[in-house]
């Protein structure tokens, strides 16, 4: 598996080097290149849930509070928290 999946990825990186180099995104869907983008896909899913829960987390706390430094302090990271997801899904 691990040398199929070797293939795959050097399969993958050929075919978008071309497709990038021909117009600009890799559009290219045979099996490997569809493999590959599902598990940048799945990478980024992980990556995102963590960030996603703080920040719902975050605004049930927001409810309620008065303007006031704690207030102000959960603020900043809520907005902190989006730019680093921004980040990620840019990616």
């Known amino acids: ?12 990186n050929t ?13 290219c869907g045979c099996e490997a290149c569809h493999e590959i983008r599902s598990l940048m896909g799945m990478e980024k899913a992980l ?3 963590p960030l996603v829960r703080e920040i719902r987390e975050i605004e049930d706390q927001l409810h ?14 809520y907005f902190r928290l989006h730019d680093e997801l921004a980040e990620v899904l840019a990616k």
């Open 1 to 12: 598996m691990a040398h199929e999946m070797s293939q795959f990825r050097a399969t993958a």
């Open 47 to 49: 990556d995102v849930r």
């Open 64 to 77: 309620g509070l008065l303007d006031d430094p704690e207030k102000r302090r959960l603020l900043e990271r």
């Open 15 to 27: 075919h978008m080097r071309r497709d990038m180099e021909a117009g600009g995104k890799w559009v």
